[in-house]
């Protein structure tokens, strides 16, 4: 045949291309013996699984946050709105409806504008099929004759997905596995990131934006490049106009639009509630665990995990916003008392401890440097960036600054929940996760202070001991306890005056609480913390009726929560149900309830009216003078030694609060009572949450609910003078300037 052909250059060129086609077809032979990696088959094509973050939802149906390897919710078809759809296929695959995976009209463009002409702003000739082959079997490896072949390969798998599904199905397929840049996948997900909403509500102009990201999510991503996001958006928009897909005055207003974005950036360090997602976090990982022994397999970040939890959103984000409020306000007051001789600057010693703490210094310990070593290579001047309440601040400083400047900051721990059944309505665990992961709910035990004293009167009165009973506030040096003496706060003299249990409760007498413990019996307080759910290890010497004991916030909660609940403790819990991916409901969690009173109706009544005084008269008073609230409210405030602890109880008919104040470093305390005290450093977190909620007509049914009206017999109970003083031959046999010692006499 060859030889006929005259033409020696027409012969060649004839051989050539015999070659190129030979080629061609053994390189295709090639892709599909699988020489440049494995086709999918149709099987593995019509049955691959999405990795799907898991969701956590508050008790009113908010999003608040995600666990997840890629942030991806997939969705149906039926849940995409038209405009979205027309926009995606304007812009990327004009003939989509009109193609079977491959727009050859548009390779030949491509091919044409991009080799010939060398037009680099051609584009690409890739269809939303390819594009969809190419999400979900990414490219592996670089080099020129790889790409090609990958090339060659998402052709033959788009024709594959085109004979397996729909048009429609493809679309769906492709929004749901597409990156939208910040680790997130696929169209829902980035909804909900960039507008805080779901895919089939976006408007027009916002579907435009999402869209436009997909030829480069950063350079267009509107959070970062708002300006560049715009353009391409408005580019979108011309092209559904192009494609009749919109009338020219709506596309001309649209692009005068501006941009509005409402992120949520669902990063487990930021966002609402964060110690309340790790907690649950923790707690679902010991679920999935659990039902591994049963056969089932269940991975939090992949199997797209619905969690419904107890959390009140709009409470939460209250409570988080007085928390800031206060605690701003109290770390300014807390250094200002120091001045330059705080702890953390002159207390060398102190310096050298908390240095040798950080997880810095233990990392160069472990690596085999010796202390000289170790204090150079931390000493080491560097650019950083270091948090405070007006924001970050980058500047030149070293680790050992950056350890020191966090040592210094005041935490906080606080807790609220439905007392008749344990659901947690807000968890603070501390004041930033970013900075102090350390959850102060959960994880930390800190000495109680004044609010274990409760517990100690509930004691007595189930021993018998009469709310009307007086005991002395004069001091005593107890000599069977190495001379120990409580004394009392402030310069009161009180040698001469006895109070009743309600005046020494409210007013927090420390000299009483040790003299009704030691009439009630320490191990009738013991057994009476026990009943109440307190399962810490408490100190069996008269010091626990001042609050010696350390105790986590959580169990206290379920505690103080038997005054509210017919005294019945309960245990506080965070998570409703689980449900799959479908939503279908894995396993619901039942409130736990004691099954029996911890005390008595009439005991639990008058504990309320004793709580009560605290708030009226007593030492939270400021919760009326001070904020101003006319809320039903009992509560009870904490301090403890070298005023380390600041805690508040506050109980209302329908919500128990308790919050803690201090530093994580226990060697330093607040420098002096009137700022460390529970009433300063601690009730104010709730009084500004409070004021929040009253303003707030949806929570009326909290703030305006009032407690069950005492039984005659208790108000006959209390019925009697607050402070009663001594008579005059007493007084006269009495030297008020001498303590009064004596033996701690213990009850068995």
Wanted: glycine share 6%.
């Amino acid at each position: 045949m060859l030889k006929k052909i005259k033409s020696p250059i027409l012969r060649f060129a004839i051989v050539a291309v015999s070659l190129l086609v030979c080629l061609f077809l053994l390189f295709l032979l090639s892709l599909y013996l699988g020489a440049w990696g494995k086709l999918p088959s149709k099987k593995s094509l019509s049955n691959f699984h999405y990795d799907r973050a898991s969701e956590v939802y508050s008790a009113d149906s908010v999003l608040i946050g995600k666990y997840y390897l890629y942030d991806r919710q997939p969705i149906t078809y039926e849940d995409l709105s038209p405009q979205l759809i027309s926009a995606l296929i304007a812009i990327e695959d004009e003939r989509f409806y009109e193609h079977s995976g491959i727009d050859y009209a548009s390779l030949g463009r491509v091919g044409v504008k991009t080799i010939l002409m060398q037009d680099k702003s051609s584009g690409g000739g890739s269809t939303i099929t390819q594009q969809l082959a190419k999400n979900l079997y990414p490219r592996e490896k670089s080099g020129t004759l790889h790409l090609v072949a990958t090339k060659f390969k998402e052709m033959i798998i788009a024709k594959r997905l085109e004979k397996l599904y729909s048009k429609e199905e493809i679309i769906m397929l492709y929004l749901n596995t597409v990156s939208f840049g910040d680790n997130t996948f696929g169209i829902e997900s980035a909804a909900l990131k960039f507008f805080n909403k779901g895919a089939k509500d976006l408007k027009l102009e916002e579907s435009a934006v999402l869209v436009g990201m997909l030829k480069a999510t950063y350079g267009y991503n509107p959070r970062v490049f708002p300006e560049n996001s715009v353009k391409r958006r408005n580019l979108v928009i011309r092209a559904m106009e192009k494609n009749e897909y919109l009338e020219t005055k709506v596309a001309d207003s649209l692009v005068l639009t501006p941009l509005k974005l409402d992120y949520r950036d669902y990063d487990h360090n930021d966002g609402i509630a964060p110690y309340f997602r790790e907690e649950v976090r923790k707690q679902l990982l010991n679920w999935t665990e659990e039902q591994k022994g049963k056969g089932q397999e269940y991975n939090i970040y992949t199997s797209g995990l619905k969690i419904y939890t107890t959390l009140d959103y709009k409470m939460q984000l209250l409570a988080e916003e007085a928390m800031q409020e206060h605690m701003q306000n109290l770390q300014n007051s807390f250094e200002k008392s120091y001045g330059q001789n705080a702890p953390w600057k002159a207390n060398k010693k102190l310096i050298a401890k908390i240095i040798q703490r950080s997880d810095a210094y233990r990392k160069l310990k472990t690596a085999g440097l010796n202390e000289s070593q170790i204090m150079d290579s931390l000493g080491v001047r560097k650019q950083m960036t270091l948090t405070n309440w007006k924001g970050d601040t980058t500047l030149l400083a070293s680790s050992i600054d950056s350890i020191l400047h966090y040592a210094k900051f005041l935490n906080t721990g606080s807790l609220s929940l439905d007392p008749s059944n344990g659901a947690v309505k807000t968890w603070i665990g501390g004041i930033n996760f970013k900075n102090f992961k350390y959850d102060h709910i959960s994880q930390s035990k800190r000495q109680v202070g004044s609010a274990f004293k409760p517990i100690v009167y509930t004691a007595a009165l189930e021993s018998g001991i009469d709310p009307c009973n007086y005991f002395s506030a004069q001091e005593v040096e107890y000599e069977n306890m190495e001379g120990w003496s409580p004394s009392n706060s402030g310069n009161k003299d009180e040698a001469y005056l006895n109070y009743s249990m309600e005046e020494a409760l409210s007013n927090s007498v420390n000299t009483v609480a040790v003299k009704v413990l030691e009439q009630t019996g320490i191990p009738n307080v013991l057994s009476q913390a026990k009943k109440m759910g307190i399962t810490s290890n408490l100190p069996q010497t008269p010091s626990l009726a001042l609050g010696t004991a350390e105790i986590k916030i959580n169990e206290l909660a379920g505690a103080f929560s038997s005054y509210l609940n017919n005294g019945k403790p309960v245990t506080p819990f965070l998570i409703q149900h689980i449900n799959n991916e479908r939503d279908s409901t894995l396993i619901t969690f039942k409130p736990e309830i004691s099954e029996e009173p911890a005390f008595s109706d009439e005991n639990s009544q008058i504990m309320i009216q004793m709580m009560k005084a605290t708030v009226n008269s007593g030492t939270a008073a400021r919760l009326r003078s001070t904020y101003g609230l006319k809320n039903e409210i009992a509560g009870k405030t904490g301090t403890t030694q070298n005023n380390k602890d600041a805690w508040f109880v506050a109980l209302t008919p329908k919500l128990l609060n308790i919050t803690w104040v201090g530093l994580d470093n226990h060697e330093i305390g607040f420098k002096s009572t009137s700022l460390g005290q529970g009433a300063n450093a601690a009730l104010p977190i709730f009084a500004l949450w409070t004021q929040k909620l009253n303003a707030d007509k949806s929570f009326d049914y909290i703030t305006k609910a009032r407690f069950k009206a005492p039984s005659s017999s208790v108000l006959a109970k209390l019925d009697c003078d607050p402070v009663k003083r001594d008579g005059f031959f007493k007084r006269l046999f009495k030297n008020p300037n001498k303590k009064k010692t004596k033996d701690f006499k213990a009850k068995n």
